[in-house]
Structures are given as C-alpha cells and as structure tokens.
Nanobody, 127 residues
C-alpha cells in the first residue's frame, strides 16, 4: 500500500515561493493520478492541481494557473508543487493525494476519487 510523505510547507511573505514535495513510500506512482488539495479552517477542501503520472498531463485550479506548477521526478517517485507569487488566500493545509488509476478530467477535482492522502503540510502566507 502506498503511503504519501509530504514536506516543504512553512511561512512565507506575500509574493514569495515554496515548493512542496510528496514521496511515495511502499510503492510507486506508475499508472496513478497524483495531485494536491488544500483546506483552510472553516472551508471546504479544494482541488489545487493534478498530474497523471504516466503521460505527465497536468490540470490546475483556475486561481493558481500561472503561479503553481505540479511536476514529477520518476526516479524518486516524488511529485512536487512549486508555488510562486503566493498570496494570503493561498494559506491552507496542503494534502498530497493519489489515485491508483488514470482519472478523467471530470473526476480530478473530487477528493473522493483519490485513494491515498498525505498527512498535510501547513502553508501560511502572511506579512
């Protein structure tokens, strides 16, 4: 069973950058759909980005397009979320997710379609 090990959160000034990492432990991401969700206090969890591991195709929440980049390192079985030009409204707990199949576009943004969740890492954007 795959376990997701996240790292890279922290406190950053508005306009700054952070990179989150998510490594697969106990398995590989071959054939998986991987991604990131986030949740702020009192808010519903929301989709941020997804990457289909085999083909490398990516999808983003509209408000992060052009600022966030999801990518993978096949050799390290790790998925990354590079976050640039961060804004206070990006503050949330970010969770790495993985589904053991290739999800079609209409299923990417529903967290219930992912089989594995990381423990979450806090990202705080504040001056």
């Amino acid at each position: 069973q795959v376990q997701l090990v996240e790292s890279g959160g922290g406190l950053v000034l508005p306009g700054g950058s952070l990179r989150l990492s998510c490594a697969a432990s106990g398995g590989t991401f071959n054939g998986y759909t991987t991604g990131w969700f986030r949740q702020s206090p009192g808010q519903e969890r929301e989709f941020v980005a997804a990457l289909r591991w085999t083909e490398g195709s990516t999808h983003y929440k509209n408000t992060v397009k052009g600022r966030f980049t999801i990518s993978r390192d096949r050799a390290k079985n790790t998925v990354y979320l590079q976050m640039d030009r961060l804004m206070p409204e990006d503050t949330a707990v970010y969770h790495c997710v993985a589904a053991n199949s290739r999800l079609i576009v209409s299923r990417l943004m529903d967290g219930d379609n992912y089989d594995y969740w990381g423990q979450g890492t806090q990202v705080t954007v504040s001056s």
